[in-house]
């Protein structure tokens, strides 16, 4: 099984990429409740350089609902991680939890875990037509 759901746009810049995202992940239902900046986390606790690199946590709230409805412990993977960073070769990579990973791991959360994964590659496919 994928650990992502996963989209690269080369020639994209990373800012207009990361604001067409949270749009994208609006329309598809999904809040951000938490953003990351990784890229200045370790510049400023390991005095490290790396590419832009942002964890966003979007939530679909019913989605949250059931899922923790089937089994509380399933707050251990959410919210849903989505990933926006600069690629290698200078485009920028989109990459969102495979929802299917907490079926895997958790019981009676199988049908949340498609819908969120419809949801979120309804939002990537979004994406996709904005940005190609």
């Keep these: 099984m994928q ?3 996963s ?3 080369d020639g994209a810049g990373f800012d207009d990429v990361m604001a067409k995202t949270r749009t994208a992940l609006a329309g ?3 809040g951000v409740l938490t953003e990351i900046d990784v890229r200045a986390t370790m510049r400023e606790k390991l005095d490290e350089r790396m590419e832009r690199y942002t964890i966003l946590g979007a939530c679909n709230p019913p989605l949250a609902h059931r899922a923790l409805t089937a089994t509380r412990e399933i707050g251990l993977l959410l919210p849903c991680n989505v990933v926006v960073r600069e690629s290698e070769t200078g485009g920028t990579i989109v990459e969102a939890i495979n929802p299917a990973m ?3 791991v958790a019981t009676g959360v199988a049908e949340v875990a498609a819908e969120a994964a419809e949801r979120l590659e309804s939002a990537l496919d979004a994406l996709d037509r904005e940005l190609t």
């Design 3 to 5: 650990l992502s759901l």
């Design 7 to 9: 989209r690269t746009y």
């Design 28 to 30: 598809g239902g999904f």
């Design 102 to 104: 907490m079926a895997e």
